[in-house]
């Protein structure tokens, strides 16, 4: 069962920063792009962040400056680098691929920002 799974979430001051880290196998990162989605409480989930198995990334406009997706292909693992972290960007973050079909999506790992 193909699975993907977050970490690096937690509690942090707004202006703070956390990584997040996306692991899962080898064959879903050698054929697809890869993104970071999130969900707020009672919104609906967005797209923040993605990279392409050459490396092009794009982003939303809400984080751009302040996000940087990036993959590390011998670990099969995506990052995304949140720097100048607001309240705004509390929610639950998931990664999965950028193309539809969506894989299952994972627990997500909760990133939750003070003021």
């Known amino acids: 069962q193909v699975q993907l799974v977050e970490s690096g979430g937690g509690l942090v001051q707004a202006g703070g920063s956390l990584r997040l880290s996306c692991a899962a196998s080898?064959?879903?990162?050698?054929?697809?792009?890869i993104g970071w989605y999130r969900q707020a409480p009672g919104k609906q989930r967005e797209f923040v962040a993605g990279?392409?198995?050459?490396?092009?990334?794009n982003y939303a406009g809400s984080v751009r400056g302040r996000f940087t997706v990036s993959r590390d292909s011998a670990k099969n693992t995506v990052y995304l680098q949140m720097n100048s972290l607001k309240p705004e960007d509390t929610a639950v973050y998931y990664c999965?691929?950028?193309?539809?079909?969506?894989?299952?999506w994972g627990q997500g790992t909760q990133v939750t920002v003070s003021s």
């Open positions: 999965n691929v950028r193309t539809l079909p969506f894989l299952s």
């Open positions: 080898g064959s879903i990162f050698r054929n697809n792009g």
């Open positions: 990279i392409t198995w050459g490396g092009t990334t």
